[in-house]
C-alpha cells in the first residue's frame, strides 16, 4: 500500500522559509517521480513542482519564480520542497504525490493526508 506522509508546514511570515518533507512507503520510491501540489481554501488543487525518479529533473509552475526547490533523497524514501519567500498567497495545504512513471508528466495517483503552509504576520 503507498503510503505518503507529508511533515514540515507551519506558521511563517512573510518572507520566511520553510522546509517541507514527504517520507514515502509502500512502493519503490526510486522508481517513480514525484510531485507536490497545493490547496488553497475555496480553491482547487494546484500543481507546484515535479522531480523525476533520480532527481535530475525539475520542473516547477510559473508562480513559484525560483522561490521553491524541490529535491529528493532516495537512500531515505523522502522528498522534499524548500519554500523560500514566502508570500501571503502561498497559504494552502501542501501535498505529496506519487507520479505514475518514473519520468515526471504531471500524472499523480496517490498523494499524502497534507501538511498546513501558512503565512501571515
Known amino acids: 500500500e503507498v503510503q505518503l506522509v507529508e511533515s514540515g508546514g507551519g506558521l511563517v511570515q512573510p518572507g520566511g522559509s520553510l522546509i517541507l518533507s514527504c517520507a514515502a512507503s509502500?512502493?519503490?520510491?526510486?522508481?517513480?517521480?514525484m510531485t507536490w501540489v497545493r490547496q488553497a481554501p475555496g480553491k482547487g488543487l494546484e500543481w507546484v513542482s515535479g522531480?523525476?525518479?533520480?532527481?535530475?529533473?525539475?520542473y516547477s509552475a510559473d508562480f513559484v519564480e525560483g522561490r521553491f526547490t524541490i529535491s529528493r533523497d532516495n537512500a531515505k524514501n523522502t522528498l522534499y520542497l524548500q519554500l523560500n519567500s514566502l508570500k501571503t498567497e502561498d497559504t494552502a495545504m501542501y501535498y505529496c504525490?506519487?507520479?505514475?512513471?518514473?519520468?515526471?508528466?504531471?500524472?499523480?495517483?496517490?498523494r499524502g493526508q497534507g501538511t498546513q503552509v501558512t503565512v501571515s504576520s
Open positions: 522531480i523525476s525518479s533520480s532527481g535530475s529533473s525539475k
Open positions: 509502500g512502493f519503490t520510491f526510486s522508481s517513480y517521480a
Open positions: 504525490a506519487k507520479e505514475l512513471y518514473s519520468y515526471w508528466s504531471g500524472t499523480y495517483g496517490s
